[in-house]
C-alpha cells in the first residue's frame, strides 16, 4: 500500500545527543514536510523540501537539521541544540499541482530521558 | 469555534446528531483550507478540501461551508458515531512555493460522541 512510515513509533533522547527521525514515502511526492505537534496544539511547520538536495526553513526550524538525498526519504535530525525537543513529530507529502493537500505518517514520540 | 491561533478544547455530540465544528481563519489571501481528522497517537487524516472560488463542497458525511466575508470556515459532520471522536483541525494554505504548500494549521476541537 502507498504511505508515509515514520520510524520509530517511540524514541528517548539524552542530554548532549542528536537523534535522527526517519520519514519514508512510496507515493511518488514531491515535496516533503516536518512538523512539531506539542499537546493541545496545532501543528508547527519545522522544515520542507520541494525536492530532492532542496529544503527551506519553516517557522521553528532552530534546533533542527534535514536532508533530502532521495525523493522517498526526508530524515529531521533533532540536534543537542534543541533544547525543547519532547514532542509528537509528524512527517507529511504532496504531490505537485495547485491545491494538494499533505498527507501524514502516525508520527514518532520523542523524550527526554 | 476553533481559530487558528486560538484555543476551543471540545465538542461533546449525541450520537446521531449532526456536528458542527468552526474555524477562524486570519488571512484574506488564503486560498486553499484543508480540515484534518486526529485519533490519539496517530497522524492527521485528511477528510476535505476546499478552495477560496467555492462555497461549500460535500463528501461523505462531510460539508465543508467556505465564508470568505467573514473569513470562516466550518465541517459539518452529519449522522455522528463513536468512531468520529477525535481532534478536527482546519488549515490555511498562506502561501505556496513550487510544489511546495506551506499550511497553518489550527490548534484543534476534540469531538467527543456521547452515546
Known sequence: ?113 | GESVGLHLPTLSVQEGDNSIINCAYSNSASDYFIWYKQESGKGPQFIIDIRSNMDKRQGQRVTVLLNKTVKHLSLQIAATQPGDSAVYFCAENLKSSGSARQLTFGSGTQLTVLP
Not at chain 1, 21 to 38: G, I, K, P, T
Open chain 1, 1 to 113: 500500500d502507498g504511505g508515509i512510515t515514520q520510524s520509530p513509533k517511540y524514541l528517548f533522547r539524552k542530554e548532549g545527543q542528536n537523534v535522527t527521525l526517519s520519514c519514508e514515502q512510496n507515493l511518488n511526492h514531491d515535496a516533503m514536510y516536518w512538523y512539531r505537534q506539542d499537546p493541545g496544539q496545532g501543528l508547527r511547520l519545522i522544515y520542507y523540501s520541494q525536492i530532492v538536495n532542496d529544503f527551506q526553513k519553516g517557522d521553528i526550524a532552530e534546533g533542527y537539521s534535514v536532508s533530502r538525498e532521495k525523493k522517498e526519504s526526508f530524515p529531521l535530525t533533532v540536534t543537542s541544540a534543541q533544547k525543547n525537543p519532547t514532542a509528537f513529530y509528524l512527517c507529511a507529502s504532496s504531490t505537485k499541482g495547485f491545491n494538494q493537500p499533505q498527507h501524514f505518517g502516525d508520527g514518532t514520540r520523542l523524550s527526554i530521558l
